[in-house]
C-alpha cells in the first residue's frame, strides 16, 4: 500500500525568504507524485507533477519540485514566499495503472509573515 | 469549460437524516472520483467510475453511502442516516482517458450533521 508522509504540519516564512516544503512516500514501484495546494474553502488545485522524464519539474506560480527516487523524497520548493503563498499544501502520490486514485499526506499549512 | 461543480456547497442536516451530493464533472472525463477531508487531514478515497460503472470502493464507504453516475455525466453520493462521524468536506474530481494521472477537483461540499 502507497503512503505519503509530509514533515510538518505548519511552516512559517518570512515575505521573500525560501520555501521548502517536504513529502516522503512510500511504495513498491515509483508512483506519479503531486503537489496540491487549498485555499480556504476551497477545492485542490494542482501545482505540478512527476509522472516521467526529468526529475525537477516545475509547476505555477514559481514553484518547484525534485523527485528523488533513491531518498523516496518529493520535496516543494519555492526561492521567494509571496504573502499570497499562504494555504495548505498537500502531497499526493497515485499508481502508474488501475485506479489511479490519489493518496495524500495529512498537509502542510505554509504561514508567510511581512 | 466551467470546471468541475459541486451542489450544494454547505450541508447542514440532523444526525439520522439523508442527505445527497450532486458532482459535475468537466465535460467529456471519463474518470470520477469521490474523496473524503476532515479537519485537519489530507483527502482520502472513497469511490470512482469510469464512465457509468462504479470500479471501486474504499473501505472507508460504509453501507450507509452510496455512489452513482447514470449516463456517465454527472454524479451523485448519497449518505443515509447521517451521523455525527460523516462531517466533513466531500470532494469530487474528474480526469479524462488521455491524461488519467490528472485530476481536477470541485469546490467540495461542507457536511455538518449535528
Known amino acids: 500500500a502507497q503512503s505519503v508522509t509530509q514533515l510538518g504540519s505548519h511552516v512559517s516564512v518570512s515575505e521573500g525568504a525560501l520555501v521548502l516544503l517536504r513529502c516522503n512516500y512510500s511504495s513498491s514501484v515509483p508512483p506519479y507524485l503531486f503537489w496540491y495546494v487549498q485555499y480556504p474553502n476551497q477545492g485542490l488545485q494542482l501545482l505540478l507533477k512527476?509522472?516521467?522524464?526529468?526529475?525537477l519539474v516545475k509547476g505555477i506560480n514559481g514553484f518547484e519540485a525534485e523527485f528523488k527516487k533513491s531518498e523516496t523524497s518529493f520535496h516543494l520548493t519555492k526561492p521567494s514566499a509571496h504573502m499570497s503563498d499562504a494555504a495548505e499544501y498537500f502531497c499526493?502520490?497515485?499508481?502508474?495503472?488501475?485506479?489511479?486514485?490519489?493518496?495524500f499526506g495529512s498537509g502542510t499549512r505554509l504561514q508567510v509573515q511581512p | 469549460d466551467t470546471g468541475v461543480s459541486q451542489n450544494p456547497r454547505h450541508k447542514i442536516t440532523k444526525r439520522g437524516q439523508n442527505v445527497t451530493f450532486r458532482c459535475d464533472p468537466i465535460?467529456?472525463?471519463?474518470?470520477l472520483y469521490w474523496y473524503r477531508q476532515t479537519l485537519g487531514q489530507g483527502p482520502e478515497f472513497l469511490t470512482y467510475f469510469q464512465n457509468e460503472a462504479q470500479l471501486e470502493k474504499s473501505r472507508l464507504l460504509s453501507d450507509r453511502f452510496s455512489a452513482e453516475r447514470p449516463k456517465g455525466s454527472f454524479s451523485t453520493l448519497e449518505i443515509q442516516r447521517t451521523e455525527q462521524g460523516d462531517s466533513a468536506m466531500y470532494l469530487c474530481a474528474s480526469s479524462a482517458l488521455e491524461s488519467i494521472h490528472e485530476q481536477y477537483f470541485g469546490p467540495g461540499t461542507r457536511l455538518t450533521v449535528t
Open positions: 512527476y509522472t516521467t522524464g526529468a526529475t
Open positions: 499526493a502520490v497515485s499508481d502508474r495503472a488501475g485506479r489511479r486514485a490519489l493518496t
Open positions: 465535460s467529456e472525463h471519463n474518470r
